[in-house]
């Protein structure tokens, strides 16, 4: 896998579309793994079921993290990945439509590194993740992997 990978986990197909459009029309060419809910997440992350034949070394650059998702929800899969030395270290950004103050204080107090809500505009959803491309996968230093 591209270390300069994303993983998307978002249930909502049409969500997931609109960002799979966003980061065409912003030129991101960085590969996209789309999961569909909070045990999928944790199943590729930490390689497991479907994909355990993956590296659970090899983690994505950037982890795009709905809060309301089927099975697991998206706090529970915060609070596994910072629980866990291998992902702990790993980049999430929470990207909800959830305006409620406590799941903004709790996603933090989990550790996730940035909060996002979803614009319901199209052209400034585009611009929301061209900022975010920009500066998680192109400025931002990345933390070493934990050894």
């Given amino acids: 896998?591209?270390?300069?990978?994303?993983?998307?986990?978002?249930d909502?197909?049409?969500?997931?579309?609109?960002?799979?459009?966003?980061?065409?029309?912003?030129?991101?060419?960085?590969p996209v793994i789309h999961v569909e809910?909070?045990?999928?997440?944790?199943?590729?992350?930490?390689?497991?079921?479907?994909?355990?034949?993956?590296n659970i070394e090899d983690l994505p650059a950037l982890i795009?993290?709905?809060?309301?998702?089927p099975l697991v929800d998206g706090l529970e899969v915060l609070r596994r990945v910072r629980e866990n030395p291998t992902t702990r270290?790993?980049?999430?950004?929470?990207l909800t439509t959830s305006k409620e103050e406590?799941?903004?204080?709790?996603?933090y107090d989990l550790g996730v590194n940035s909060y996002i809500r979803k614009p319901v505009d199209?052209?400034?959803?585009?611009?929301?993740?061209?900022q975010l491309g920009i500066y998680w996968l192109i400025l931002n230093e990345t933390p070493p992997p934990v050894k």
């Fill in 12 to 30: 909502n197909p049409s969500d997931a579309a609109l960002a799979m459009r966003a980061f065409d029309r912003n030129k991101l060419l960085n």
């Fill in 37 to 54: 809910d909070g045990q999928e997440a944790l199943d590729f992350l930490f390689a497991e079921r479907k994909y355990a034949h993956r």
């Fill in 89 to 94: 270290r790993a980049l999430v950004v929470i």
């Fill in 1 to 10: 896998m591209n270390s300069k990978s994303i993983l998307l986990v978002e």
């Fill in 122 to 130: 199209f052209n400034q959803f585009v611009e929301a993740i061209k």
């Fill in 64 to 69: 795009l993290l709905d809060l309301k998702l």
């Fill in 102 to 107: 406590q799941d903004v204080a709790a996603s």
